[in-house]
């Protein structure tokens, strides 16, 4: 691999200056050759004239050396232009592994807290180091005109990328959010940040992003200690499963509310401190839209089969499966057709978010800021865009990344879906 990480630049000045000390060295060996002194008459000195090696000598060792040497010379011209090619791929490889490695180191520069280098932007005063999430002192306008400076729960970044395209983070990164303390960044949303810079900061994010693993399994934990926690009265906090779901870290901070549905869909989520708080107003809209008064059920209705079916006969996608086999062999069968669960529809639209322009549920028309919980979108290796700094570096290691899963599996978005169903 030592061959393969020179550059070309190296290469070929090698080469040049192989060619030069060759022609140098065959200029001076002929211009002290014809150096001699002249002796005798002009007709004994000419060139043409002189006496040379006779045939015997000259078609001898001399003319093999020549020979020879002619041959080395085609041999290294023949493999080492063939060898130079080959090389080709890992010499790019390595330099857009180098590329994304200084850009990586950029952007953990810029995303460092105050004061640890001058390109320090205190993102991570925020976000909590490596993006693990935090809080952010926010001056909040109250409906009189006072303001309370609140404790606003900055999500965790470290799975941004298993719910967002590195396109929509640039965009959140360069425009901010409104009402929140996340400010515009990039100078196109009237920051301070060029547009790379602003992809260094995405390149960092991506290379503190958990493992799908990691991220389900954490909300996973953080579910199983919600369910422990007790009102004053002993009576349990959370109701169900994806009461607390979709409320996930609002007391003790976790992810900064990354996981959390309430986070956009209640106001005065990210800065409450006791659920208490807001429980009467949860999922009622805030950034999101409002999901109370039989709103789930107008754009997502349930689709009842010839059986009587309940909420709870079918809550995750794996069921339809069951439903559609159960189904078939239900006509060869007395026993009645199971119902059809009436979630799938809004169980996708959560998996996978709203695409923007993209028709959901019965006349919803997404706007691509509703993420998709339950499948990472898929990425090009190379992916440019109207507005973009060009090239996405060697994301995926330079190969195109598909769709997979997301921060959420879909067992814990179906109890979210029964939750939200049951809002008024």
């Known amino acids: ?84 090619w080959i090389y080709e791929p890992g010499r790019q490889a390595n330099a857009a592994e180098d590329f994304n490695r200084k850009f990586v180191e950029r952007g ?17 005063g925020c976000h909590g180091p490596k993006g693990v999430g935090g809080v952010a002192d926010y001056p909040l306008t109250n409906p009189d005109g006072t303001v309370s400076i609140v404790k606003w729960k900055a999500p ?32 196109a949303g009237g920051g301070a940040l060029n547009e790379q810079q602003v992809q260094n900061l995405v390149d960092y994010l991506e290379s503190i992003q958990l493992t799908p693993e990691q991220a389900q399994q954490a909300a996973r934990d953080e579910l199983a200690k919600m369910m422990q926690e007790k009102n004053a009265d002993g009576t349990p906090k959370y109701a169900s499963e994806g009461e607390a779901l979709f409320n996930l870290g609002l007391e003790n901070g976790f992810a900064g509310g990354a996981y959390s549905c309430g986070r956009c869909h209640t106001q005065g989520w990210s800065y409450a401190t006791s659920y208490n708080d807001v429980k009467a107003a949860s999922g009622c809209g805030a950034l999101g839209p409002s999901l109370c008064g039989g709103a789930i059920e107008r754009q997502f209705p349930a689709q009842v089969g010839p059986s009587p079916c309940t909420p709870t006969d079918a809550t995750a996608p794996e069921a339809s499966t069951t439903t559609t086999s159960s189904s078939a062999s239900a006509s060869t069968s007395s026993a009645p057709p199971a119902c059809v669960n ?30 998709g919980f339950g499948e990472r979108p898929a990425e090009p290796a190379n992916q440019t865009w109207p507005g973009s700094p060009g090239l996405l570096f060697w994301i995926n290691e330079g190969k195109d990344r598909p ?12 109890q979210i879906v029964v939750y939200e169903r049951s809002l008024e």
């Open 1 to 84: 691999m030592t061959f393969a990480a020179l550059s070309n630049e190296t290469i070929g000045w090698t080469i040049f200056i192989v060619i030069l000390v060759g022609v140098v060295t065959y200029t001076t060996i002929n211009i002290l050759r014809g150096a001699k002194p002249e002796l005798g008459s002009e007709i004994e000195l000419a060139a043409n004239r002189k006496p040379y090696l006779d045939d015997e000598e000259l078609e001898g060792k001399k003319l093999d050396r020549a020979l020879t040497w002619g041959l080395v010379t085609l041999f290294i011209i023949a493999i080492g232009l063939p060898m130079y």
């Open 108 to 124: 953990e520069e810029l995303f460092a807290p105050t004061g640890d280098n001058l390109q320090a932007l205190n993102c991570a």
């Open 156 to 187: 965790a970044l470290d799975t941004v990328l298993l719910r967002y395209t590195r396109q929509e983070v640039t965009f959140i990164i360069t425009y901010g959010r409104p009402f929140s303390p996340m400010p515009p960044w990039g100078v």
């Open 342 to 371: 009436p979630f799938l529809e809004q169980i996708r639209f959560i998996t996978e978010g709203s695409v923007e322009g993209k028709r959901y549920g019965v006349h919803g028309q997404g706007s691509g800021k509703m993420p």
């Open 403 to 414: 769709a997979g899963p997301g921060m959420l599996p879909a067992d814990l978005i179906a």
